[in-house]
């Protein structure tokens, strides 16, 4: 279930980066483009804590999957 919603997420980053570029070819530079740009930035660093390893090489997304 956890690869699901990290696979939504990355889907929604990347569908907010799109709208932001459409965004400025049709109005230019505008505080919507920025706040897109920003939250899929957001978006992205969330989905990298959960989903790179440690040293150890255990990840949230593997500590999740484990448990029951």
């Given at each position: 279930?956890?690869?699901?919603?990290?696979?939504?997420?990355?889907?929604?980053?990347?569908?907010?980066?799109?709208?932001?570029?459409k965004r400025w070819q049709r109005d230019g530079v505008s505080q919507q483009m920025w706040l897109m740009v920003a939250a899929a930035l957001v978006?992205?660093?969330?989905?990298?804590?959960w989903a790179v390893p440690d040293e150890k090489g255990q990840s949230l997304v593997t500590g999740a999957t484990d448990t029951p």
């Amino acid at each position: 279930m956890i690869n699901a919603i990290l696979s939504i997420a990355m889907l929604s980053a990347f569908l907010l980066l799109y709208g932001a570029w459409k965004r400025w070819q049709r109005d230019g530079v505008s505080q919507q483009m920025w706040l897109m740009v920003a939250a899929a930035l957001v978006v992205f660093a969330n989905v990298a804590i959960w989903a790179v390893p440690d040293e150890k090489g255990q990840s949230l997304v593997t500590g999740a999957t484990d448990t029951p």
